[in-house]
């Protein structure tokens, strides 16, 4: 597609599930960033790849969150033994590359019961 | 480290009134600025971006310029539509701490005709 994609639009999870929240970011871009948005919030980074280097996970708020980049293109990240505050949209972006104009997907609403 | 700080909202305005939504920032290096905006039921997009001092972004009758000097971006229109109703993003990118984005908190703006 010409955008960046997200699946699920939405999800709604029981507490202690794992969910996996998908990204496939516009063809050709390398760098790939994720993003949680809380109500209220602005939008928190959680986790910023670029090409084959290291992730930089600085943002992820726990270890219960993890993401990876498969063949440099799609995204999963991954929630483990989910809480009530992690409820957000999530939003992916890409760009061409550091410093680049970042494009968003649509974002996935994740509420945890 | 890095920051975003912008005007709190909601804000309401008639139409063909000015708009200015303040942001500063605080940085380790020398970012680039940008504004973000999302309307009802879309993802974030670019709006404008400044990537050095005095430099002036501007798209769709918006304006904001980078004073180092004060360190901010405001956002500026001179007057607005109801279609500009919109949730307004400011940020960053910093290249001295790895092409993270810090985003503000975000400024919801309503419009009437």
């Known amino acids: 597609g010409a955008g960046v994609s997200q699946s699920p639009s939405n999800k709604v999870t029981e507490k202690g599930k794992d969910v996996e929240l998908r990204c496939d970011p516009i063809?050709?871009?390398?760098?790939l960033y994720w993003y949680r948005q809380s109500l209220g919030q602005g939008l928190e980074f959680l986790i910023y790849f670029q090409g084959n280097s290291a992730p930089d996970k600085s943002g992820l708020p726990s270890d219960r969150f993890s993401a990876e980049r498969t063949g440099g293109s799609v995204s999963t990240l991954t929630i483990q033994r989910t809480q009530q505050e992690d409820s957000a949209v999530y939003l992916c972006?890409?760009?061409?590359?550091?410093?680049?104009?970042?494009?968003f997907g649509p974002g996935t609403r994740l509420t945890v019961l | 480290g890095n920051s975003v700080t912008q005007m709190e909202g909601p804000v309401t305005l008639s139409e063909e009134a000015f708009l200015t939504i303040n942001c500063t920032y605080t940085?380790?290096?020398?970012?680039?600025l940008f504004w973000y905006v999302q309307y009802p039921g879309e993802g974030l997009q670019l709006l404008l971006k400044a990537t050095k001092a005095d430099d002036k972004g501007s798209n769709k009758g918006f304006e904001a310029t980078y004073r180092k000097e004060t360190t901010s971006f405001h956002l500026e229109k001179g007057s607005v539509q109801v279609s500009d109703s919109a949730v307004y993003f400011c940020?960053?990118?910093?290249?001295?701490?790895?092409?993270?984005?810090?985003f503000g908190t975000g400024t919801s703006l309503t419009v009437i005709p």
């Open positions: 972006a890409s760009s061409l590359g550091p410093y680049g104009e970042q494009f």
């Open positions: 063809s050709g871009h390398t760098a």
């Open positions: 940020a960053l990118s910093d290249s001295n701490t790895g092409n993270q984005f810090y």
């Open positions: 940085a380790t290096g020398y970012p680039s």
